[in-house]
């Protein structure tokens, strides 16, 4: 857990200053600005029009009794996207188209699944190695009449 806090709060705002200046020496300041602004602006436009759809997607599907997984892991990150693309930044707004397009949500619920079910196939793997073993314990016997009493 502390690795992933490294990399979101002091790695990746790195990257994205380094990127700023970069992306500054060769656009002009005003340019870049106006570029990330552009970004943002862009970004919440596909992340309402997608939003919505992917909301009446949700609702077509429980209306017909099925269980939306796709959907509700297409809204998760379609929510992902909109803040990395209202963050400033040229990285997390690649990484936040990348979640807006279709193929790429289904590719990434294609690798969570795949861990999901590695991650929680060996536990139960592990129960049922479990299961054979004996354990000791104490007990004391009660008789027929005590019971009736």
Avoid: C, W
Wanted: zero cysteines.
């Amino acid at each position: 857990m502390f690795f992933y806090l490294l990399i979101t709060f002091i790695i990746l705002p790195i990257i994205e200053i380094a990127i700023f200046i970069q992306v500054g020496g060769f656009l002009g300041t005003f340019n870049t600005i106006l570029l990330i602004f552009l970004t943002a602006a862009v970004g919440v436009y596909f992340v309402r029009q997608q939003g919505f759809r992917t909301f009446q997607k949700i609702g077509a599907e429980l209306q017909s009794h099925q269980i939306p997984v796709q959907g509700m892991f297409d809204g998760l990150v379609i929510l992902i996207s909109g803040i990395l693309l209202v963050t400033p930044g040229f990285l997390t707004d690649i990484i936040g188209f990348l979640g807006l397009i279709p193929q790429t949500r289904i590719f990434l619920l294609a690798i969570i699944k795949n861990l999901f079910l590695q991650r929680y196939s060996n536990i139960h793997k592990q129960y049922k190695k479990d299961t054979n073993d004996t354990i000791d314990g104490d007990y004391i016997e009660i008789e027929e009449d005590n019971e009736k009493k």
